[in-house]
């Protein structure tokens, strides 16, 4: 493999501006060798090699080569003496000189880089290990005045070596928060916590956390005690850490307020969530410190393989030599400050969350990603081949039985395609989500760390490809299955259980406990699922508004859903059950209800962000866009109910107005495209595809397939077969349109990341300095 390709294999991406141009560098050495070629000393050799050799010039080449061995040495000491100049070519070319001033360029760029980010990295660790200095002070004071106390039932800490988990959480193992300081019945008892406190405070303070009136200085002068709180800001990404957030808060402002009050209360859950913080804070740092070595490795390999290329090439030994002593005399080679803090760390994490188990601990700081297996892509074709084979049984079949011709009952397809094609519309989307991740994971677009997914669990493109292809398979052979007994005149209560067995299984599997079949997945579908439909009580991550997004994309499954479980409470498969869950004034009322749910959602998690981020208006300009989408729902329903012209009118008002709304988003936010001043007519100016004739496309498609509301106001006439047809139809171009959609949505997102050289997540710390009141 060249090397070029090595490096672009190995560097992180988004550091991609912060490497030494290989490639730039390499092309100066091509036009280098072009024009040495073409020299008239080459022509000269090519000339001698015409007409034969001289008996002089063995004698000629030796004193050559020791007149310029002499040179070269006379060069080097005075260069040793008068310090690395670059000015070192005496040929006089001119490729020659920018290739040194380029690499002197490109030398400089790669030492500003490394030391702005050494920096960073420095004191976002100084940081992390000062939280974790006080964090170990706290539970030790903690645990030593649990000591003192008269113990009822104390906790058993003698299985715990002191440097373990259990150890930093053995001075926090009653069921209540640990208050100190709150008023006791004897005078004994309130000096041990006022005593407590002073210790706590003391702890804190040596670490730089100050206390503006604390308790310490007010008993000594036997004054009215104010009432402080050692600070521990847990951000209230669930309802639960709100709640608690809320309640110390109230808690400490009537402390404040009463009489006699240290105030001093620390909360066994807010500790036990500081140390988890400050852990996914060590782990993130190790993992930015190992980049850091990587880059400095990458880049002395590509300095030195440039550097032979250029000697090869132009014969300048001494420059190359005084080019690579500067090289390995940088900034990004030399100073250790790196590798320094990267063992600090990791000793720290071994003895304090590692029980001093060194194997342990590398697994949490360097996880191995699992290697793909060549199992996954034998059972996912042998699953294709299935599907494709059953899908034509069911064609060959269903031809027969003449389901599809406008003489047959449409009981068949009015009660059964809704269930099926619930099950088709979730395996459509696995798929395209499989092909999100290859094209992903093909353009270097690092979608693990956008997602925040553990890159050792997450679901790789062949396991979305063998859950997609297996889903199919069984679905396709279930309604082979029931097409082939339906025919046969088995009786309704066998028919029922072939898409309740496929229902009850498919649900089985999606919580099943078990480790088995992609848990980690799994769990974390249901964990986001979760933190849509709580929407706002949870924080929004990326992965939370990418699956609610991918919902406003699916409300045709959510009505196939609502036919789904109104079908079985109904009754199964019988003609009653159909005209049950679709003559019912509420069926209707709740179909339009769940058309509504993705995009309420969406704007709820919208709004949450707008409070969250700083009050950024984007933020509800974007939630404007899911309000105009609810508008439009709603004139369809409306000119549905009552297709009159007045009502066809607004339909078309609303609908063509969220569709201009979403475009625009679409292109300008989510992708962002349409920039007038861009280099790439009417795109951006950073684009990961080669072919800018993709993205035009791409755009063109948008456009057409935003469009698809038109059908559902044109009030076409068509049979019920062909009217179910046309409604999965539209339901799949959707689903396509949003897989389509994915990839340049995170592009932009990749691409603002590469921007702004984020590769570590951004790990809030816990404790806070106390402010005045």
Same mark, same amino acid.
């Given at each position: 493999m060249?090397?070029?390709?090595?490096?672009?294999?190995?560097?992180?991406?988004?550091?991609?501006d912060?490497?030494?141009?290989y490639?730039r560098?390499?092309?100066?050495?091509?036009?280098?060798?072009?024009?040495l070629?073409?020299?008239?000393?080459?022509?000269?050799?090519?000339?001698?090699?015409l007409? /034969?050799f001289?008996?002089?010039?063995?004698?000629?080449?030796?004193?050559t080569?020791?007149?310029?061995?002499?040179n070269s040495?006379?060069?080097?000491?005075?260069?040793?003496?008068?310090?690395?100049?670059?000015?070192?070519?005496?040929s006089?070319?001119?490729?020659?000189?920018?290739?040194?001033?380029?690499?002197?360029?490109?030398?400089?760029?790669v030492?500003?880089?490394?030391?702005?980010?050494e920096?960073?990295?420095?004191?976002?660790?100084?940081?992390?290990?000062?939280?974790?200095?006080?964090?170990?002070?706290?539970?030790?004071?903690?645990?030593e005045?649990?000591?003192?106390?008269?113990?009822?039932?104390?906790?058993?800490?003698?299985?715990a070596?002191p440097g373990?988990?259990?150890?930093l959480?053995?001075?926090?193992?009653?069921?209540s928060?640990?208050?100190? /300081?709150?008023? +006791?019945?004897?005078?004994?008892?309130?000096q041990?916590?006022?005593?407590?406190?002073?210790?706590?405070?003391?702890?804190?303070e040596?670490?730089?956390?100050?206390?503006?009136?604390?308790a310490?200085g007010?008993?000594?002068?036997?004054?009215?005690?104010?009432?402080?709180v050692?600070?521990?800001?847990?951000?209230?990404?669930?309802? +639960?850490?709100?709640?608690?957030?809320?309640?110390?808060?109230?808690?400490?402002?009537?402390?404040? *307020?009463?009489?006699?009050?240290?105030?001093?209360?620390?909360?066994?859950?807010k500790?036990?969530?500081?140390?988890?913080m400050?852990?996914?804070?060590?782990?993130?740092?190790?993992k930015?410190?190992e980049?850091m070595k990587k880059?400095?490795?990458?880049?002395?390999l590509?300095?030195?393989?440039?550097?032979?290329? !250029?000697?090869?090439?132009t014969?300048?030994?001494?420059?190359?030599?005084?080019?690579?002593?500067?090289?390995?005399?940088?900034?990004?080679?030399?100073?250790?400050?790196?590798?320094?803090?990267?063992?600090?760390?990791?000793?720290?994490?071994?003895?304090?969350?590692?029980?001093?188990?060194?194997k342990?601990?590398?697994?949490?700081?360097?996880p191995?990603?699992?290697?793909d297996?060549?199992?996954?892509?034998?059972?996912?074709?042998?699953?294709?081949?299935?599907?494709?084979?059953?899908?034509?049984v069911?064609?060959?079949?269903a031809?027969f039985?003449?389901?599809? +011709?406008?003489?047959?009952?449409? /009981?068949?397809?009015?009660?059964?395609?809704?269930?099926?094609?619930?099950?088709?519309?979730?395996?459509?989307?696995?798929?395209?989500?499989?092909?999100?991740? &290859?094209?992903?994971?093909?353009?270097?677009?690092?979608?693990n760390?956008?997602f925040?997914?553990?890159?050792?669990?997450?679901?790789?493109?062949?396991?979305a490809?063998?859950?997609?292809?297996?889903?199919?398979?069984a679905?396709?052979?279930?309604?082979?299955?029931?097409? &082939?007994?339906?025919?046969?005149?088995?009786?309704?209560?066998?028919?029922?259980?072939?898409?309740?067995?496929?229902?009850l299984?498919?649900?089985g599997?999606?919580?099943?406990?078990?480790?088995i079949?992609?848990?980690?997945?799994? !769990?974390?579908?249901?964990?986001?699922?979760?933190?849509?439909?709580?929407?706002p009580?949870?924080?929004?991550?990326?992965?939370?508004? !990418?699956?609610?997004?991918?919902?406003?994309?699916?409300?045709?499954?959510?009505?196939y859903?609502?036919?789904?479980?109104c079908?079985?409470?109904?009754?199964?498969?019988k003609?009653?059950?159909?005209e049950?869950?679709?003559?019912?004034?509420?069926?209707?009322?709740?179909a339009?209800?769940?058309?509504?749910l993705?995009y309420?959602?969406?704007?709820?998690?919208?709004?949450?962000?707008?409070?969250?981020?700083?009050?950024?208006?984007?933020?509800?300009?974007?939630c404007?866009?899911?309000?105009?989408?609810?508008v439009?729902?709603?004139?369809?329903?409306l000119?549905?109910?009552?297709?009159?012209?007045?009502?066809l009118?607004?339909?078309?008002?609303a609908?063509?107005?969220?569709?201009?709304?979403?475009?625009?988003?679409?292109?300008?936010?989510?992708w962002?495209?349409?920039?007038?001043?861009?280099?790439?007519?009417?795109?951006?100016?950073?684009?990961?595809?080669?072919?800018?004739?993709?993205?035009?496309?791409?755009?063109?498609?948008?456009?057409?397939?935003?469009?698809?509301?038109?059908?559902?106001?044109?009030?076409?006439?068509?049979g019920?077969?062909?009217?179910?047809?046309?409604?999965?139809?539209?339901?799949?171009?959707?689903?396509?349109?949003?897989?389509?959609?994915?990839?340049?949505?995170?592009?932009? *997102?990749?691409?603002?990341?590469? /921007?702004?050289?984020?590769?570590?997540?951004?790990?809030?710390?816990?404790?806070?300095?106390m402010?005045?009141?």
């Amino acid at each position: 493999m060249k090397f070029s390709r090595e490096l672009e294999a190995q560097l992180v991406h988004e550091w991609r501006d912060g490497y030494v141009d290989y490639k730039r560098l390499k092309k100066i050495i091509k036009n280098i060798k072009v024009s040495l070629n073409s020299s008239p000393k080459n022509s000269s050799e090519s000339q001698s090699l015409l007409y /034969g050799f001289s008996i002089a010039d063995p004698i000629r080449s030796l004193v050559t080569r020791f007149s310029s061995e002499s040179n070269s040495q006379n060069r080097l000491q005075g260069d040793e003496e008068n310090g690395y100049e670059l000015d070192l070519v005496q040929s006089g070319d001119e490729e020659v000189k920018s290739f040194v001033e380029r690499a002197e360029k490109e030398l400089e760029k790669v030492n500003d880089f490394y030391t702005r980010m050494e920096e960073g990295f420095c004191q976002r660790g100084e940081e992390v290990l000062k939280q974790l200095q006080i964090l170990l002070e706290v539970k030790q004071v903690l645990k030593e005045s649990r000591h003192r106390r008269p113990r009822r039932r104390a906790p058993s800490l003698g299985a715990a070596s002191p440097g373990s988990t259990g150890a930093l959480l053995s001075g926090i193992n009653s069921p209540s928060p640990v208050p100190v /300081g709150t008023p +006791t019945r004897t005078e004994e008892a309130q000096q041990e916590q006022i005593a407590v406190v002073e210790e706590v405070i003391a702890a804190l303070e040596r670490n730089g956390v100050t206390f503006i009136g604390s308790a310490r200085g007010k008993v000594k002068k036997e004054a009215k005690p104010r009432a402080d709180v050692i600070r521990i800001d847990i951000p209230g990404t669930t309802p +639960t850490l709100s709640f608690m957030n809320f309640w110390e808060s109230l808690v400490n402002g009537l402390q404040k *307020e009463g009489e006699g009050g240290n105030g001093y209360h620390l909360n066994r859950m807010k500790i036990q969530k500081a140390e988890k913080m400050i852990r996914e804070a060590l782990v993130e740092l190790y993992k930015g410190l190992e980049r850091m070595k990587k880059y400095s490795s990458l880049n002395l390999l590509a300095f030195t393989k440039i550097i032979k290329k !250029f000697t090869k090439v132009t014969n300048e030994e001494d420059t190359s030599v005084c080019f690579m002593k500067k090289v390995k005399g940088s900034q990004f080679i030399v100073s250790d400050k790196v590798l320094r803090l990267q063992d600090e760390v990791e000793s720290l994490f071994t003895m304090h969350f590692a029980s001093n188990d060194r194997k342990i601990a590398r697994i949490s700081l360097k996880p191995q990603q699992n290697k793909d297996s060549h199992a996954i892509t034998f059972f996912a074709g042998l699953f294709t081949g299935t599907f494709v084979t059953l899908f034509s049984v069911y064609a060959i079949l269903a031809h027969f039985c003449g389901i599809f +011709t406008s003489t047959s009952t449409s /009981g068949y397809v009015e009660t059964v395609y809704p269930v099926f094609s619930m099950f088709a519309l979730i395996s459509l989307h696995i798929f395209l989500y499989g092909c999100n991740l &290859f094209m992903w994971k093909s353009t270097r677009i690092n979608n693990n760390f956008i997602f925040d997914f553990k890159p050792n669990t997450a679901l790789k493109h062949r396991d979305a490809f063998l859950i997609s292809s297996a889903f199919m398979t069984a679905v396709v052979g279930a309604m082979v299955a029931h097409l &082939f007994l339906k025919y046969n005149h088995v009786s309704s209560h066998h028919l029922d259980a072939i898409p309740g067995i496929l229902l009850l299984i498919c649900l089985g599997l999606l919580v099943c406990p078990f480790n088995i079949l992609y848990r980690e997945t799994r !769990f974390c579908f249901l964990r986001v699922i979760r933190n849509i439909v709580f929407s706002p009580l949870y924080k929004v991550l990326m992965a939370d508004f !990418f699956m609610a997004d991918q919902l406003t994309s699916q409300i045709p499954l959510f009505r196939y859903m609502e036919f789904t479980a109104c079908y079985f409470i109904a009754g199964g498969l019988k003609a009653g059950s159909y005209e049950t869950c679709n003559s019912s004034h509420q069926y209707k009322l709740l179909a339009y209800v769940i058309s509504f749910l993705p995009y309420y959602w969406r704007a709820m998690q919208c709004i949450r962000r707008y409070m969250e981020e700083g009050y950024d208006i984007n933020h509800m300009a974007n939630c404007g866009k899911y309000i105009s989408a609810m508008v439009a729902a709603a004139a369809r329903m409306l000119y549905a109910m009552d297709p009159t012209p007045v009502r066809l009118a607004l339909a078309i008002i609303a609908c063509s107005g969220a569709t201009l709304y979403q475009l625009y988003w679409d292109f300008v936010k989510d992708w962002g495209l349409m920039n007038p001043k861009s280099k790439n007519f009417f795109l951006r100016d950073q684009l990961i595809l080669k072919k800018k004739s993709i993205y035009y496309f791409s755009m063109g498609l948008n456009v057409v397939l935003r469009l698809a509301w038109i059908e559902s106001v044109m009030k076409i006439n068509l049979g019920p077969v062909e009217h179910r047809l046309v409604d999965f139809t539209l339901a799949s171009l959707e689903i396509i349109r949003r897989g389509h959609w994915n990839y340049y949505r995170l592009e932009n *997102e990749h691409l603002n990341n590469v /921007g702004k050289f984020r590769t570590m997540k951004n790990i809030p710390l816990p404790f806070r300095e106390m402010d005045s009141d």
